[in-house]
């Protein structure tokens, strides 16, 4: 871990962050960016920030619990930002190891001080020094309504029960010591045994892997993986000809060949989009949901950088991010297009291949955006079901007769995935299946679907 001074300015910027976070909304990411920017953090302050940002936001139903049977006031009763607080510090005596308990505690009520709230330091320091009588000492076996799971598969011992009984309350259990939405929570219980639900939530609450796609353009998987390996980066190759994984944390835009477009950040099971579609080169080639441009520019380079790709999308911030990718990338075939909500203004085609890789519920990569399980409501399924038909459905009418059509999520929803496309082949679109892939998270990376269907 950073300094302790390194780290006293990171948690100062975390708390801000987590604050504004939590007030207007926004996204993590920008935020943190903005406010690290504007107080010239170090990347050590950043990277220490990060970690206690995401953390918090990742476990936050699992720190609400340990702290309830601590704070005596109703939750009601307690400021949102001095909750903030008291979930940051519960962060830091639960889940880092290496920040003594001492400091975890003294900093957060100085925190709480120099945030211009004297009159929380008192409360702070109860609280985060009655943590004993929850968080016992040592390492437990297994799920049990008195252990709390960590991470890499460890459990701590607590003082008493905190948690639902696993075997009994399932869903209950899942949602607080595992930390997710209560009807996200009961929706996996009903089709995945208890089993399955600690590794899913371990999977989920584990710092998340780094796959990294090499440019077939401009190198080989095999000599970007000696390149880093020859300065000191952990790496290994991945079971796709392209892939390779890093085994640490690392900065991706310091590393050697970023800057030349020898690679691109992308998750092993999301390589498989473009490589099911197979586009060839010379083919015309839509790419129907395409910002910010990590599968487009996949598909360029196993077109050779020959032929044309469309790349459409409804934000124009994200699609310059395409653009800006590609260029980093040395692709020259991708014309990018601002489209419509409804479709009804994507270029007619008739394209070779088109590519759908639909906004879902992100709940196969829940591990790497910790927002999203905490922005998702029970009536988004629906409502993202209907686009998601909506766009395979116009995806079919711009499809040359023989062409090849790929619907990708990165969802482990039923009905984002085999049901829907089920769906829209009962429905008439002049399509049919020829195969699956469905991603199980952690085996080996994230979860996912993709469905490769053929036009008639």
Not at 363 to 378: I, N, Q, Y
Not at 420 to 440: D, F, I, W, Y
Request: hydrophobic fraction near 40%; aromatic fraction near 6%.
């Amino acid at each position: 871990m950073s300094s302790p001074e390194t780290f006293r300015r990171a948690r100062h910027l975390a708390f801000l962050v987590l604050d504004e976070h939590k007030r207007t909304g926004r996204f993590a990411a920008p935020i943190l960016n903005e406010r690290a920017t504007a107080v010239a953090a170090t990347p050590e302050e950043r990277a220490a920030a990060t970690e206690l940002v995401y953390g918090t936001i990742r476990r936050r139903a699992t720190l609400d619990a340990l702290l309830e049977p601590i704070v005596k006031r109703p939750r009601h009763a307690v400021e949102g930002r001095l909750w903030t607080l008291l979930q940051l510090g519960m962060y830091q005596q639960v889940f880092l190891e290496s920040v003594p308990e001492h400091a975890a505690v003294d900093e957060t009520v100085e925190l709480g001080r120099s945030s211009g709230r004297p009159r929380w330091t008192s409360f702070l320091n109860a609280v985060l020094r009655a943590t004993p009588t929850v968080l016992g000492e040592g390492l437990a076996d297994g799920p049990a309504a008195d252990t709390l799971p960590l991470t890499g598969g460890r459990y701590r011992k607590l003082q008493q029960p905190v948690f639902a009984d696993p075997v009994v309350d399932p869903g209950p259990w899942f949602a607080r010591a595992m930390s997710f939405p209560d009807w996200l929570a009961a929706r996996w219980t009903k089709r995945h045994s208890l089993e399955e639900l600690v590794r899913l939530g371990f999977w989920f609450n584990d710092p998340p892997l780094l796959w990294l796609r090499a440019n077939r353009l401009r190198t080989t998987r095999d000599e970007l993986l000696a390149s880093l390996t020859a300065a000191g980066v952990g790496c290994e190759a991945g079971t796709v000809e392209e892939s390779l994984r890093l085994t640490a944390p690392a900065a991706v835009e310091r590393l050697p060949g970023f800057e030349g477009g020898e690679f691109s950040v992308q998750d092993e099971s999301a390589m498989h989009a473009a490589r099911l579609l197979a586009p060839q080169p010379g083919q015309t080639v839509l790419d129907l949901c395409a910002a910010p441009g990590t599968k487009t520019t996949h598909l360029g380079e196993l077109m050779q950088g020959r032929g044309s790709i469309v790349a459409c999308d409804v934000d124009a911030k994200r699609l310059r991010l395409v653009a800006e990718n590609a260029r980093r990338l040395g692709i020259e075939i991708i014309d990018s297009r601002l489209v419509r909500a409804d479709a009804t203004d994507v270029p007619a085609g008739p394209f070779d291949a088109i590519l759908v890789d639909a906004p879902c519920t992100n709940t196969g990569v829940l591990g790497r955006r910790p927002e999203a399980r905490w922005r998702l409501k029970p009536g988004d399924l629906g409502e993202l079901t209907a686009v998601q038909t909506r766009l395979l459905s116009a995806a079919a009418e711009r499809l040359r007769t023989n062409g090849r059509l790929v619907y990708s999520t990165c969802s482990i929803e039923p009905e984002e995935n085999e049901q829907l496309v089920r769906h829209v082949l009962r429905t008439g679109a002049p399509l049919s299946l020829v195969s699956e892939l469905r991603h199980n998270p952690g085996d080996p990376a994230d979860g996912g679907y993709q469905a490769l269907l053929v036009r008639g």
